[in-house]
Nanobody, 115 residues
Framework: QVQLVESGGGLVQAGGSLRLSCAAS????????MGWYRQAPGKQREWVAT???????NYADSVKGRFTISRDNAKNTVYLQMNSLKPEDTAVYYC?????????WGQGIQVTVSS
């Protein structure tokens, strides 16, 4: 059974930075794609960024140039470096991992950006 645990969220002022981490526990698997999604109050969950096992990255337009996704395959961990944060980045951030055809989600972590 694969479990994802996020860490690194919190409260930050606009213009500040935070780094999220998501570690996948378990063994005997290889993660194809890892990514981050977020859900703001009253809104649907939206995609933020993804990184493949080969290191290819993609970003939503709303975070491009401010957020950087990376992963450590040896540690089965994905990171999201968030810079120049804006109040509209406030949301619960979820980690996702795709292993073969199955998707696993973390429990979510709160990020709050004050103006």
């Amino acid at each position: 059974q694969v479990q994802l645990v996020e860490s690194g969220g919190g409260l930050v002022q606009a213009g500040g930075s935070l780094r999220l981490s998501c570690a996948a526990s378990g063994s005997g698997f290889s993660i194809n794609v890892m990514g981050w999604y977020r859900q703001a109050p009253g809104k649907q969950r939206e995609w933020v960024a993804t990184v493949t096992d080969g290191g290819s990255t993609n970003y939503a337009d709303s975070v491009k140039g401010r957020f950087t996704i990376s992963r450590d395959n040896a540690k089965n961990t994905v990171y999201l470096q968030m810079n120049s944060l804006k109040p509209e980045d406030t949301a619960v951030y979820y980690c996702k991992a795709v292993i073969t055809i199955r998707a696993y989600w973390g429990q979510g972590i709160q990020v709050t950006v004050s103006s």
